[in-house]
Each structure stands twice: as C-alpha cells, then as structure tokens.
C-alpha cells in the first residue's frame, strides 16, 4: 500500500510540474464545475444531469477494464482537481483497496468530494472457482439501479454547485423521468414474452441485478472473470442446463471472447443472437451505443425480440 501510494505521488508529481499555468486552468476561468467519474458510464450521467454547468474528466476508458486499471499522469492531475469525483463501488474499482481509493488517499481528496453511486443498492453475490463470494459490481446493467445513481448524481451536483441548483436539478428531473420511464417499459416488455422463453443466457454473470429485478432466469457459462473463462467443465455444465431447460437464444457480450459460446451453442444446437448485448461500457462518442441510455435501449430491445421469436 505504502509503495503503491508513492508511485501515485510520483506520478502526481510529474504532471503537475508539467503544468505551468499556475492553476488558472480553463475549467476555473469559465465557472464550470471539475468532475471526475471512474467510468463510462457515470461520465454519461455526469454529462447528461450537469450540462453546460460541468467539465467532466472520466478515468477509464471504453475497451479497458476497470477493475484493474492503472491510472496516468493526466488522471492523477485531473483528480487532484476535481471539485467532485463519482464512482461506481460494488467493487466494480477494486473496492476500498482497490486502485480508485488508493488514488484519491494518494492525492489527499476530502472525503465530502467522494461520492459512491450504489449506497442505495442492495449488494447481489457471485462465487468464485474457490467458493469464496465477491460483490457482483454490474448493478449498472438494471434500469433500476440507473434511477438510483441518477438520483444520488443529481443530488451531488445540486448540492456542490449551488450557483446553477435549479438548472442542474431541472435536467436532472428530466433524466431521471427518462429512466424510470425505461425501467416500466422494460417491465413491460418482459412481461410481454412467453414465460417459458424468459431465460437469459450470457457469457459471464453480469446480468443478475437485472435478471433478478425483471423476473428473468439466468445461465451463464462463468460467474467471475478468470484466467479460465469457458473451460470444458464450465462449458458442460451449462449445455447439460439448456438440455434440461427450454432456452430460445444464446447472449454475447460486446466485450468478451465469442469462443466459449460458439462451443455451447455448436454442443447444444441453440443459436447464438445475431447481435451482442452490452455489459460494461457505452462506447465512444459517435459510436452507436454512446450514451447510457441508449445502452439500455439497446439491451431492452434486444432481449425482447429475440426472446419473444417463435422457434
């Protein structure tokens, strides 16, 4: 921890000497509130709650995981800066050990400045090869949740940058409304396909806060991301699973080897959907899934029609 916490102040040390503008960065001279997310998706919140008011810096980048991540002289900058920072928890950034915390210990962030987005979330499990369990951090997936960190989001922001309150709570409102609006029709949707279809089978257990919320049974060929994603056992025991149940389709996910469910679906003859489901992140912006929610219009679609087909 001691020599982890030196390497950060070194790395601090270094970008700050290469900054000679004696503080006076753009984000001071034009009011703008700094804030500094951990991922992809929170930075989409930040951006959509706080408009115009908020110079958001994200941490982790589309394509790179965040559990383990290392960060880099510019983050180490932008966090010592930043007037509010916004993380996921759950473990999704390593937990209070993890490299998110050890970041803000090391460039002496106030606490008040922190801010978890899943206080208000009930913890789902997974268990590990070793029968050990560990929080499972992609509570994000459920609409649900997404209210819930809007909510908290919002509130941060009011609370933080009171000289814009009522700006930055009526775009909040109105996110928020966009989500629960999307968390009923998502419901909805569900509802809508045949019971016996509702089973959602993915590469990895990310979909349980979902899948629990919805009503959605769930399979899967791994629980937690090893060294040994889709090894046989794994593989034969979920074929054996869709023999003994009625599953329609296979899901995988954008950001994972497509292999070990190429192997389930050639042993048990079920096909794979012709498009991925999203788990992880939104893409960069342009890409077609650039906002969260289009990330959940997106999943929201997908399961519906390929759970509803007639086979």
Excluded at 150 to 174: M, N, V, W
Excluded at 274 to 295: H, L, M, Q, R, W
């Amino acid at each position: 921890m001691k020599l982890l916490t030196l390497s950060f102040l070194a790395v601090f040390t270094l970008a700050a000497c290469g900054n000679d503008d004696g503080g006076n960065t753009e984000t001071e001279a034009n009011g703008k509130m700094k804030v500094v997310t951990s991922f992809t998706i929170i930075a989409d919140m930040a951006r959509q709650i706080g408009g115009d008011y908020v110079e958001v810096y994200n941490l982790v980048p589309s394509g790179t995981d965040p559990h383990e991540y290392e960060p880099l002289p510019n983050d180490i900058k932008a966090a010592t800066d930043a007037d509010i920072l916004f993380y996921n928890g759950l473990n999704l950034e390593g937990g209070e050990h993890g490299w998110f915390m050890k970041m803000m210990h090391a460039v002496n962030q106030k606490e008040e400045n922190i801010y978890s987005l899943n206080d208000r979330v009930e913890p789902q499990y997974l268990s590990s090869g070793d029968g050990e369990e560990e929080v499972n951090p992609h509570s994000f997936i459920d609409p649900g949740v997404g209210v819930k960190m809007a909510e908290d989001l919002r509130d941060a922001l009011i609370a933080k940058h009171p000289t814009d309150s009522d700006k930055i709570k009526e775009q909040g409102d109105a996110y928020v409304q966009r989500l629960k609006d999307l968390d009923k029709e998502f419901e909805e949707r569900i509802n809508s396909i045949p019971e016996e279809n509702r089973v959602l089978v993915t590469s990895e257990r990310a979909f349980q806060y979902m899948n629990d919320h919805y009503g959605l049974k769930e399979a899967f060929i791994w629980e937690v991301d090893t060294e040994e994603n889709g090894s046989p056992k794994q593989i034969k025991d979920l074929v054996k699973y869709l023999h003994e149940h009625n599953v329609p389709i296979l899901f995988v996910e954008s950001n994972v080897d497509t292999r070990p469910m190429e192997t389930v679906s050639k042993e048990s003859g079920i096909p794979i959907a012709d498009k991925p489901i999203y788990s992880d992140e939104i893409g960069n912006p342009g890409d077609d899934i650039d906002t969260y929610v289009k990330y959940l219009e997106y999943n929201m679609k997908l399961i519906h029609e390929e759970l509803s087909k007639v086979r």
